[in-house]
C-alpha cells in the first residue's frame, strides 16, 4: 500500500528541480537588475541614444521628432517657430510621465523668443532630472535656455552618443 500513497505526491527530486528553476529565475533578474542600474548617467544616456540610432543622421530620433531634428537650423514647417532667428534651435523632449509636459516647456520657450522646434518623446532612465544639452559653442545660450525654464535646470556638455537635436540645444524635462 504505500507506493500507491506515494504516487498521489509529487517526487522529491520534481519538487527540488521546481524550487532550483525558479531561484535562477530570482537571481537572474536580480542580476539584471543591478547591472542595468550601476551605470553612470552619461553611460546609460550613450547607450540609450545608441539604442535608438541604428542608421546615420536624421534616423535614429523618434519617428515623432524625424523631422524636428534633422539638424537643420532654418525654418521649416516640423514646427519650428520663425518669430526669432536669432540663437540656436531649441528641442524639448519629454523623459518624464507628465503627458504634453514638452508641449508646455516648448510652448513656454516659444513665448520668450526662442526658435524651437516640434516636441517630442525620450527613453532614458539615465537622466533624473531637468537638463539642458549643449556643444562647446552654445553654452552660453544654454544657460539663458536654463534660467529661462521656470523650474531651472542643470547644464550639461552633450554626450557625443546624444544624436537628436543636431545643431541645436537639446532641452530634456521630466518635471515641471
Same mark, same amino acid.
Given at each position: ?7 498521489? /505526491? ?5 519538487? =527540488?528541480?521546481? +524550487? +532550483? ?8 533578474l ?15 544616456l550613450? =547607450? ?5 540610432? *541604428? ?16 539638424? $537643420? +537650423? ?9 518669430? $526669432? *532667428? $536669432?540663437?540656436p ?26 526658435? *524651437? ?45 546624444? *544624436? ?9 524635462? +521630466?518635471t /515641471?
Open positions: 500500500m504505500t507506493p500507491e500513497r506515494d504516487s498521489d /505526491r509529487l517526487p522529491l527530486r520534481a519538487g =527540488a528541480m521546481l +524550487l +532550483l528553476a525558479v531561484a535562477v529565475v530570482f537571481v537572474g536580480g542580476w539584471h537588475s543591478a547591472a542595468s542600474s550601476g551605470n553612470s548617467p552619461e553611460a546609460d550613450r =547607450a540609450a541614444a545608441a539604442s535608438e540610432s *541604428t542608421a546615420p543622421s536624421t534616423s535614429g530620433a523618434p519617428s515623432s521628432t524625424t523631422a524636428a531634428s534633422s539638424g $537643420s +537650423l532654418a525654418p521649416s514647417a516640423a514646427g519650428e517657430s520663425s518669430a $526669432s *532667428t $536669432s540663437g534651435l531649441v528641442c524639448v523632449y519629454n523623459a518624464g510621465t507628465i503627458t504634453g509636459l514638452a508641449v508646455e516647456v516648448t510652448d513656454a520657450l516659444k513665448a520668450k523668443g526662442y526658435r *524651437t522646434s516640434a516636441p517630442g518623446n525620450l527613453s532614458t532612465s539615465s537622466i533624473t532630472e531637468n537638463t539642458v544639452f549643449y556643444t562647446a559653442s552654445q553654452r552660453a545660450e544654454a544657460q539663458k535656455v536654463a534660467s529661462d525654464l521656470d523650474g531651472g535646470a542643470s547644464i550639461d556638455a552633450r554626450p557625443s552618443a546624444f *544624436t537628436q537635436c543636431r545643431g541645436g540645444i537639446a532641452v530634456v524635462v +521630466l /515641471r
